[in-house]
């Protein structure tokens, strides 16, 4: 769906998705990542499991919230690719490791 | 001059309640106040309606602001009655949570001197150890020595608060004129001129509610706002699922799932941009208090500047030379919201700021006071 201009070069960056190793570049954002690689499908919705992709691509919506390094609600948008980082699609409501009990 | 009464220059959480609370009242009233990018307050606070531990040193002020919070409900009623705007008001009771023994020991300590001031009217609270505190708030720190509370305390949504007055005012028929910013007053037989780029205009009464523009404004009109110089800052996460049912002093969530962090007081009027220095300060304090946090991701930072007088107290107060004129300031204008809606605009609309509230007069400024 998505093409990148002829003229963006430099270094390559691999990361993984869902486990499946991916190539950017180099500050590229997650986002500009996924979606050069083909991805749509960030996330899901908590409500009704709707599948969501990146929609402002300026950090306002939050449709493109994904799971960075075990970490969720991650913007994939505001978030600049790393060498061997871990994104994971999120599913529904992100997950913490404290426990919340209130 | 005929078609208005009250001029009220400056349009934030100050000016948009008294002047509804004028125009509740029947008088026509103009706002005039400042542009999308001004400094305001209004738009940048942390929503507390908090009475624990606050006059020490003046009795009244506590009492004044124990009798706002008990307006508070009635505020917010009649705010959601007139307008349809729901402020997001709730009176659950407060925390101040304390990370270390000597915190908590300060903070009893305070609570028992402001207690102990002869005439105050003397409010519930409680002191709690860790294991009490964590019955009432589960997702506190291990670390944490205990907190004070006190039923009284309670918080409501800034923005919609904010939003729910302008509402009221458009539908009481009075006038809100932003980009009016008043560069100069004059005092001519009995009626105040204000004056700017935009032109001039002139009504019988003036209420000066322009927040730090104050200090500049008041001189004009035999007025004085002297005030210090307070940056506040403030983070805000992403929201999540409910964990704090209870405003703490410095942190809260909202309803909405967010969690708003900010108790830093920086002397200085220099920029307003956050400084990651006093964001880290914040950030660790809350993480030590409510360990959850430290796995939420920050959706935004910012720094406004308080409206805040050399002993912190509030100035209500009209002009001696010309009368006609009053000033307001404080920094507590959510808390105080519904005195000033109901009773100072009362007070205002009569001509006269009574002698119970002389105590706020600017006046205890004056250095030669006494001479
Ligand atoms: C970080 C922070 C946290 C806070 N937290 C709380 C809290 O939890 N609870 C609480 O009760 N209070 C809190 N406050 C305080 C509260 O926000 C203020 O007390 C309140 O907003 C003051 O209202 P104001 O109308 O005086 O000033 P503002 O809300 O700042 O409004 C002043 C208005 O005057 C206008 N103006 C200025 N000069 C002129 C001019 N020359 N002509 C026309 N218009 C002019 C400005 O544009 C602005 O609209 C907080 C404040 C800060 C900064
Ligand atoms: S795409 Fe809108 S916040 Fe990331």
């Known amino acids: 769906m998505f093409r990148r201009l002829p003229d963006r070069q430099g270094d390559l960056v691999t990361f993984t998705f869902d486990g499946t190793p991916l190539t950017a570049l180099m500050g590229d954002t997650v986002a500009a990542a996924l979606l050069a690689a083909g991805v749509t499908r960030f996330r899901t919705t908590p409500v009704s499991g709707a599948e969501r992709g990146p929609y402002c691509m300026m950090g306002v919506c939050f449709e493109c919230l994904v799971s960075i390094n075990g970490r969720g609600n991650r913007q994939a948008c505001l978030t600049t690719v790393e060498e061997g980082m871990q994104v994971e699609t999120q599913h529904g409501a992100a997950t913490y490791s404290t426990e919340i009990s209130a | ?371």
Request: contains cysteine; aromatic residues 8%; charged residues 20%.
């Open chain 2, 1 to 371: 001059m005929t078609d208005r009464d009250v001029l009220v220059v400056g349009g934030g959480l100050l000016g948009a309640s008294i002047a509804w609370g004028l125009a509740r009242l029947g008088l026509r009233v103009v706002v005039l106040d400042e542009g999308d990018t001004a400094f305001r307050a209004a738009r940048a606070n942390f929503g507390l309606v908090w009475v624990q531990g606050k006059g020490l040193g003046k009795l009244e002020y506590s009492n004044w602001t124990q009798a706002s919070a008990a307006l508070w409900p009635s505020l917010s009623d009649e705010l959601k009655r007139e307008t349809g705007i729901d402020p997001g008001f709730s009176q659950p009771g407060g925390f101040s949570i304390r990370l270390t023994e000597l915190e908590l020991q300060r903070g009893v300590d305070a609570m028992n001197t402001l207690q102990g001031q002869p005439n105050i009217a003397r409010y519930p609270y409680e002191i709690l150890n860790h294991r009490e505190t964590k019955a009432r708030l589960p997702a506190i720190g291990p670390t944490v020595a205990g907190s004070i509370y006190s039923p009284l305390d309670g918080h409501a949504n800034p923005l919609r608060l904010y939003r729910a007055f302008h509402a009221a005012l458009h539908k009481m028929g009075a006038a809100y004129l932003p980009d009016h910013r008043v560069e100069r007053i004059s005092h001519q037989d009995g009626a105040f001129t204000v004056e700017g780029p935009w032109g001039t205009m002139s009504a019988g009464r003036i209420v000066l509610a322009a927040g730090i523009g104050n200090t500049r404004l008041a001189p004009m009109v035999g007025l004085n706002v002297p005030l210090v110089p307070s940056r506040g800052q403030i983070i805000v996460t992403e929201k999540t699922m409910p964990f704090l049912h209870h405003p703490v002093g410095n942190i809260r969530q909202v309803d909405e799932g967010g969690v708003i962090i900010g108790e830093s007081k920086e002397a200085t009027m220099d920029h307003h941009r956050p400084r990651t220095p006093v964001t880290a300060v914040l950030a660790d304090r809350a993480m030590r208090m409510f360990p959850i946090i430290g796995e939420l991701n920050v959706v935004r930072i910012w720094a406004a500047f308080r409206i805040i007088t050399p002993d912190g107290f509030p100035i209500y107060e009209q002009s001696r030379t010309c009368r006609g004129a009053f000033a307001v300031a404080c920094h507590s204008g959510v808390t105080l919201a519904a005195n000033h809606a109901f009773t100072i605009a009362g007070h205002i609309a009569q001509g006269e700021i009574p002698a119970s509230l002389s105590t706020f007069s600017s006046e205890r400024f004056d250095v030669s006071a006494a001479a």
